[in-house]
Every structure is written in structure tokens, then in C-alpha cells.
């Protein structure tokens, strides 16, 4: 990707609570569209939470997102987060996608119809150009064999993929992976990480990828954000941050999920 | 202890048999009316949790309390209500159509609860997929949620047609000649027998509700095996 002149995600101090629970505490990032961005840090520090802001699953109280330039999310006069009209809503919501840890296909269509569904409903794709797409994107994801079956049919490994088959029919700019690989055995995880792996080298999308695996992290990702406490604590390409972390918490947080 | 009856009366099977294809034909009104009602029902309470889940205040709150009023009131009284109060505003309709859009009403409000508890097991998951999705509100619910949330409720549902069956005798009572309409008042009054009618209208209840019974098995069985 060419430098653009501004930043294609950009973040400016978001917040976000549960109740008195503040998960997100000024968030401020920028990413350039093409980048593969690893997030790391521990247990309730708000990784799926800012993923899910973006996804629009969760509106911030505070803060903007812009994509592209144009707003997601802005402030109004009182200091209060604001959606543009819904048109515009909707059209930069089509510009991202998700993937989420347990799947969440539709167990009533077929895996076929799980992938097309969206185009065609969504975009107003024919069901013919749908259906010949969806077949590239599910040979894609090693699963073109499995158009017709029901996702109760297929393991937890084939499953996530044909949910980013699904994911990827939208032709989303950003796509989010939020702990795509927890629900998996073992000896699925390495597939799936490949295919991520595969489709960051692409450039393609921009890419947001909350993981516990470090390896991954640091061999695939161009860039690694560490959460903690609702906030970026450390953001920096991943041999700096496993090499010379600059915070303790980094450290400690490393070192203990190093050891496992 | 004495059990032997007094001066009852002795079952007549002649008598029985003679009555019995009046009865039948009782019984077919009796199954259309439930039929219909249920249809009614299927849909109002479809329409009722729409209501219920609306985004607009008025609409959920309207949804809330047409559901509670209607659970809450027994069903004769706005069988009564529909029959007696409305013809006065002119709203007039045969004792059928009154008696199927009562039953109908009735029940939409049991069959709303039928469909959120439906509507409410469907996983978090699945909404939130179909928003990552960008499908619109209503494909969310009609696609992706609802076709969901129905094969579940299909032996909850099947036990309010049984009910609404049973109900449907309180028809009787607005002289719609439905089964036991045509044995107590067509032929017990008539004949100065009752023994015989109302037995076999209980047995005739009895028939078609293990048939529909086993008829609601055979449905979720069917539907589980989609799954
Ligand atoms: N809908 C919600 N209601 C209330 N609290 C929530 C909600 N969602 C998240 N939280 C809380 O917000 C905090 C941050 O959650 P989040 O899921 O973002 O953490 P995380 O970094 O993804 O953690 P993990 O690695 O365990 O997935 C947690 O304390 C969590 O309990
Ligand atoms: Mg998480």
C-alpha cells in the first residue's frame, strides 16, 4: 500500500463503560488502510471491547473513530459520542467485518447459504454471481467440499473458516478477529493462523487481530498494540515489543505468557 | 357403601350409535374453529411481539399491555364482549366469525410469550453476526432470527392448540353449533338424554387430541432432525 496522506483507521481518544466499569480509557490510534495489527494484553483489558466499538456492537460515551476520513463515530457540542446519518452509518458499517471466537454461523442454512446470504441480501448480489463467489472464497478456506452441509456437520477448525468465507463475501476493508482460534483443539489453531497469516501478506484488508498467540504475533503481524487497563500501554512493530518492551507490565505480561 | 345408581339411565348403544354422525359433523365446526383461531393466533402473536419489541415507546407499551389485558381477562368475557357489546357499535358478524376471532385474539396473547421465550434463546451471537453482517432490522429478524427461534416453540405451541381446542366449547355459549352445542341443546334437550351425547363428545375430544398430539411429536422430531 502507498502512504496515504492520512491515516485509514483513525482513533482519537474513545471511551467506553460497562455501568461504573470503565473498559476503554482514551484510546488513540491510527492505522494505515493494508496494515495487519496484532493486540495482545490480558484478561479484561478491553481488547474485545475496542473490536467490538468498531464492529458498532458497542456505541463509546466518548471519543471519535473516523474511517477513511469520514466519521463512524464524532462528538457533538456536550462532549458526547454521535452516528452520522443512518445512510452513512450503514455504508461505512459495510466497509467492516468481524469474525468472532465462537463462530456464530447461522445453523439453519447451509454453509453455501451462510456465505451468500449477506451479498444478496446485503449488497443486492444475484444469487448466481453470489453463489460463484462464495464457491472461490469457501475453495479460498479449503472448504468448497462442505457447500452443502449444515454447519452442525463441520468441526470447530472448518467452522471458523467458513465464517471468514462469509466474513471475507462483504469485501470489508477492516476486518476484526477477535480470538478467532480460543474455541478451537489444539491441532485446528495452526490452520487458521496460517490462513490469517495468508491473507495479511495480501494486504488487501486492514487487518485488527486480538490473539494469545505470541508466535503468531510477532511472526506475522507488522505491528503489535499491548492493552492493559482499557488502555494502549505499548504500540510497536513486534520484534521492539518481544525484544525491549519499555513497560514493566509488558514484561510481566510477556514473561508470563511466554512461559506457558 | 351402595354404588349401584339409583334411577340412572342405561347406556344406549342404539342411541348412541344414531347420534353419533351429528356429532361428527359437530365436531368438523369444532376443528374449523380451532383451525381458524389457531391461524389467528399464529400471527397476532407474531404481530403482538413485534409490537413488544419495537423501538418506538408507544408501540412496545401498547404491545405490553394488550398482552397483559388480554392473558389477564378470561376468555368467556371477551367471547361475551365480542358477542353482546360490539353488534351495539355495529360490529356485527355471524356467531362463528365472533367466536374465531375471540379464540383467535385470546390466544395471540399466549402465543406472543410462546415466541419471546423463542425469540430470547436464540444466542446473542447470532445478532450480533448478522449486525457485523450489515443486514437491516427486519432481515435480521425474519431471516436470520426467527427461523431460529420457531422449532423450539413448536411443542409449546402445540399445546395451546390442544387447549384452544378444548376451549373452543365455550363457542357453545353464542350458539355457534359446535360439538357440544349440537349434544346438549340439539339432541340432549330434544331427547331428554344426556348420557350418551356428552360421553361421546368426550370421547371425540379425547380422539382428536392424541391424534394432534402425536401429530406435534412427529413436527418436532421432523425439525430436529434439520437441526
Ligand atoms: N456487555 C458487558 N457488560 C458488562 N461488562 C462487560 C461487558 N462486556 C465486557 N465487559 C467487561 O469489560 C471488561 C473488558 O472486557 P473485554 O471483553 O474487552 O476484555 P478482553 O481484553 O477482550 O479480555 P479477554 O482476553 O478475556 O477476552 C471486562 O471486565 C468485562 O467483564
Ligand atoms: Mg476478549
Known amino acids: 500500500m502507498t502512504d ?60 471519535e473513530v473516523l474511517i477513511g476520513g469520514e466519521p463512524l463515530y464524532s462528538m457533538d457540542g456536550e462532549g458526547h459520542t454521535t452516528l452520522p446519518p443512518k445512510a452513512q ?19 439453519h442454512m447451509t454453509v453455501l447459504r451462510n456465505v451468500t446470504e449477506a451479498p444478496v441480501r446485503v449488497l443486492g448480489v444475484s444469487r448466481k454471481d453470489a453463489k460463484a463467489e462464495a464457491m472461490k472464497y469457501l475453495d479460498e478456506v479449503g472448504l468448497a467440499e462442505k457447500a452443502d452441509a449444515y454447519p452442525a456437520q463441520l468441526s470447530g477448525g472448518q467452522k471458523q473458516r467458513v465464517a471468514i468465507a462469509r466474513a471475507l463475501a462483504m469485501h470489508p476493508e477492516i476486518m476484526l478477529f477477535d480470538e ?9 489453531v495452526g490452520g487458521i493462523l496460517a490462513l490469517l497469516d495468508r491473507l495479511g501478506k495480501r494486504k488487501e484488508m486492514t487487518m485488527l487481530i486480538v490473539t494469545h498467540h505470541m508466535n503468531f ?20 512493530k513486534p520484534d521492539d515489543i518481544f525484544t525491549h518492551p519499555t513497560h514493566d507490565r509488558t514484561r510481566e505480561f510477556l514473561k508470563s505468557v511466554l512461559e506457558v | 357403601m351402595n354404588l349401584s345408581l339409583a334411577t340412572g339411565a342405561q347406556w344406549d348403544w342404539a342411541f348412541a350409535w344414531e347420534i353419533l354422525p351429528q356429532l361428527l359433523s359437530a365436531m368438523r365446526v369444532t376443528v374449523t374453529a380451532t383451525l381458524l383461531g389457531m391461524s389467528l393466533a399464529v400471527f397476532g402473536g407474531l404481530l403482538l411481539v413485534m409490537m413488544r419489541r419495537s423501538h418506538i415507546k408507544t408501540l412496545s407499551r401498547s404491545g405490553y399491555w394488550t398482552i397483559e ?13 365480542f358477542y353482546y357489546v360490539l353488534p351495539e357499535y355495529g360490529l356485527q358478524q355471524s356467531a362463528m366469525v365472533t367466536g374465531v376471532l375471540a379464540l383467535g385474539l385470546h390466544y395471540s396473547s399466549y402465543m406472543a410469550e410462546v415466541y419471546r421465550a423463542g425469540i430470547d434463546a ?28 420457531i422449532p423450539p416453540i413448536v411443542p409449546a405451541s402445540g399445546n395451546y392448540l390442544v387447549a384452544m381446542f378444548k376451549d373452543s366449547v365455550l363457542l357453545s355459549t353464542i350458539t355457534v353449533t359446535e360439538v357440544l352445542y349440537t349434544a346438549r341443546d340439539d339432541i340432549g334437550s330434544d331427547r331428554f338424554r344426556y348420557l350418551e351425547p356428552l360421553t361421546l363428545v368426550g370421547v371425540l375430544f379425547l380422539i382428536v387430541s392424541l391424534i394432534s398430539v402425536a401429530g406435534i411429536r412427529r413436527l418436532e422430531r421432523h425439525l430436529e432432525k434439520k437441526r
Not at chain 2, 378470561?74 to 367471547?79: A, F, N
Open chain 1, 4 to 63: 496515504s496522506p492520512e491515516p485509514f483507521i483513525q482513533i482519537r481518544d474513545l471511551h467506553k463503560s460497562f455501568g461504573d466499569l470503565k473498559v476503554l480509557q482514551g484510546i488513540n490510534l491510527d492505522i494505515p488502510a493494508g496494515e495487519m495489527v496484532s493486540v495482545i494484553g490480558p484478561s479484561g483489558s478491553g481488547k474485545s471491547t475496542l473490536l467490538r466499538v468498531l464492529m458498532t456492537l458497542e456505541r463509546p460515551e466518548q471519543g
Open chain 1, 89 to 107: 452509518f450503514r455504508a461505512l458499517r459495510n466497509r467492516i467485518g468481524m469474525v468472532f471466537q465462537h463462530f456464530n454461523l447461522f445453523p
Open chain 1, 180 to 188: 478467532i482460534t480460543s474455541a478451537l483443539d489444539p491441532e485446528l
Open chain 1, 217 to 236: 504475533a510477532r511472526q506475522s503481524s507488522d505491528r503489535v498494540l499491548f492493552f492493559d487497563g482499557g488502555v494502549i500501554l505499548e504500540d510497536g
Open chain 2, 69 to 81: 389485558f388480554i392473558r389477564g381477562t378470561p376468555l368467556l368475557i371477551q367471547l361475551y364482549f
Open chain 2, 122 to 149: 436464540v444466542p446473542k451471537g447470532q445478532w450480533e453476526a448478522a449486525t457485523a453482517l450489515n443486514f437491516p432490522p427486519k432481515r435480521t429478524f425474519f431471516t436470520l432470527i426467527l427461523p431460529q427461534a
